[in-house]
């Protein structure tokens, strides 16, 4: 199995100004450590990796990769689009992976289902299954961005849009088993995005003030999509056994004495 990194180190995650728990992200150097022992471990394991990058990623991470592909042409606008756009170059054996999974066993993905997800989520952020290895808090993110969506009346443009879902879809793995799951949900994504970027980006600036569209657009947006047309979803947690060191959890001391392990 192949699985699809992606990483694009001109894209500014938070505005530099911002001083808060989000000035994780600006420890370049060390995630690209992390990534780099994500995809060890994986070829260790037997996978074959294929990062999707930037020529600066693409070169950090060289001796990692077995292919690479440039994104240098592209300008990307939310932190879920590069793993979406990669879907869309590959057919349905494609699954992206996020850099910052370390896997303890080659990684399993049934045929079953329409598409698999990571796993499901809270509205917070917190996982619903404690197989997670940290669970932390980063406010109440999920109910603040989705006020922002519920005030500028997104469900007059989308009926679809439930502002009462209480879950989400993790999209650390993403993999579909089925053209029409991966048609509605991709088409479904650009939509959304569209629509964000025209009506809401510019009276809230979302991600001036270190909050993350993307929840809303990828991952909630997925969840309403695949109860709206019936998907049948699985959660690539639930039958394989890894860690994901998600946002500030890689930061922690458990994460880096992993990743210094595995990289020695």
């Not at 303890?104 to 996982?127: A, C, H, M």
């Not at 991600?207 to 909630?220: A, E, F, K, N």
């Amino acid at each position: 199995m192949t699985l699809y990194y992606n990483i694009d180190s001109r894209f500014k995650w938070y505005d530099e100004r911002l001083q808060s728990i989000l000035k994780w992200t600006d420890d370049a150097p060390y995630i690209y450590e992390v990534y780099r022992a994500s995809m060890k471990r994986a070829k260790e394991l037997g996978h074959t990796i294929h990062l999707y990058g930037d020529g600066f990623a693409g070169l950090a991470l060289e001796g990692y990769w077995d292919e690479y592909t440039s994104i240098d042409h592209k300008r990307f606008k939310l932190l879920d689009e590069v793993k979406i756009y990669v879907h869309e170059q590959n057919d349905l054996d494609c699954v992206t992976f996020d850099g910052d999974i370390i896997l303890n066993s080659r990684l399993q993905i049934p045929e079953y289902n329409d598409v698999w997800f990571e796993y499901e989520e809270t509205k917070k952020g917190i996982p619903w299954s404690d197989k997670v290895a940290f669970n932390y808090q980063i406010g109440n993110v999920y109910e603040e961005v989705l006020n922002v969506f519920k005030d500028c009346n997104t469900r007059r443009k989308f009926p679809y849009f439930n502002y009462d879902l209480e879950k989400a879809f993790n999209v650390g793995i993403i993999k579909f088993n089925s053209d029409k799951a991966k048609e509605l949900l991709i088409k479904g994504f650009y939509d959304l995005k569209d629509f964000y970027l025209s009506q809401i980006e510019s009276k809230f600036n979302l991600r001036q003030i270190g909050m993350l569209p993307s929840l809303m657009i990828c991952q909630y947006n997925f969840c309403l999509l695949s109860e709206k047309y019936k998907l049948k979803v699985g959660y690539t947690q639930n039958v394989n056994e890894y860690i994901h060191y998600i946002g500030p959890t890689k930061y922690m001391d458990r994460c880096r004495g992993e990743v210094s392990k595995i990289l020695l």
